[in-house]
């Protein structure tokens, strides 16, 4: 924030400076902008003013959303957390496939879902939250428990080959499901957000353990392609939205399709692990995105409209006038130029 409040300071010397020598270099051309009485229109004569309060704001808004990181949190997490994400993750080799993301994209369907979940802990309050993984394959292991660190979670599901710490096989959704509610027993009631991130690639419909108390959201998010089938191992492997909405209602949760877009605020909202966007009220990312956008605002939009409105309204109908090809003279448009 510090730098950001630097960067839109110094872009305001600098721009004041610029004007203060704009304006005396454009005095003595006021005349044949304005007319006989060297002023611009009223609204006009706050241009310079506007200026400078556009570039600030550009400067800051771009450094604050350049130096702001969604994932990285300075706060120093409470030892004694209230909330909970458990992550059931598919490692299984079709999730290597590249057919998942929008139509084109044709991105591996485990970086997608680390791209879906990369949203979820984005808005996670990890003062609060712990954040345990579950990796399922033919067998499955506790990748991470109780972690605190986005980073690295975030980089678990980055497209590392996981399956190759599994014997090859069927893939088992059940055996991941089990040892998540295992881990999750012992955790507070209604405390945890419980994430399945599969391809729902499967040789049998998944009936799921009874759900701990501990267990207040589901959310079952499929990605890969879901009509088209990519060829591995000898068999056709798709997106199985039909199995993984079953294994949803089974659960008591919601299914999600990752392949196309990323979870609308109004299901995270809902979320037991993620805090609500509006409690901490306007942050940096925040600050930033409404600066960049009103101050990029003010600077692309005031050349038009000094172009076509700076004059006073009088010196604006002569030179239309004068524009007239019956007349002979030529306009000499400097209004923008000398506001």
Do not use: C
């Amino acid at each position: 924030m510090v730098t950001a409040l630097l960067a839109g300071l110094a872009a305001l010397v600098v721009a004041f400076i610029a004007e203060e020598r704009h304006a005396r270099r454009t005095a003595r051309v006021a005349r044949l902008a304005f007319g006989p009485t060297g002023k611009p229109a009223a609204w006009a004569r706050l241009a310079p003013a506007l200026r400078v309060a556009g570039l600030s704001l550009v400067a800051f808004g771009a450094t604050a959303l350049f130096l702001h990181d969604p994932v990285a949190s300075e706060e120093e997490p409470n030892p004694r957390a209230s909330r909970q994400l458990l992550v059931v993750l598919d490692v299984s080799p079709s999730m290597n496939l590249s057919d998942a993301g929008p139509v084109g994209t044709n991105e591996m369907r485990g970086v997608r879902a680390g791209k879906v979940l990369r949203g979820i802990l984005d808005r996670l309050d990890m003062r609060e939250t712990r954040v345990t993984l579950v990796a399922f394959y033919t067998k499955a292991i506790p990748m991470l428990q109780d972690s605190t660190d986005k980073e690295l979670v975030a980089g678990l599901m980055d497209g590392l080959p996981l399956y190759t710490a599994f014997k090859a096989g069927e893939t088992d959704l059940r055996a991941g499901l089990d040892l998540a509610f295992e881990l999750s027993k012992g955790w507070a009631r209604g405390s945890t957000t419980l994430v399945v991130l599969t391809d729902g690639d499967l040789s049998q419909d998944v009936i799921p353990p009874a759900r701990p108390a501990s267990i207040a959201d589901a959310l079952v998010i499929g990605v890969g392609d879901p009509t088209r089938a990519t060829v591995i191992a000898g068999h056709a492997s798709r997106q199985d939205a039909w199995r993984l909405k079953a294994l949803a209602t089974r659960l008591g949760g919601i299914y999600h399709d990752g392949n196309a877009r990323h979870l609308p605020n109004a299901v995270l909202d809902k979320l037991t692990s993620v805090a609500p966007s509006i409690a901490e009220g306007v942050g940096l990312r925040e600050a930033g995105l409404a600066a960049l956008g009103v101050g990029g605002a003010i600077t692309g939009l005031l050349p038009p409209l000094l172009l076509a409105f700076g004059a006073p309204r009088g010196h604006r109908a002569s030179l239309r006038a004068a524009s007239d090809p019956r007349t002979d003279s030529r306009p000499n448009t400097l209004q923008e130029t000398a506001a």
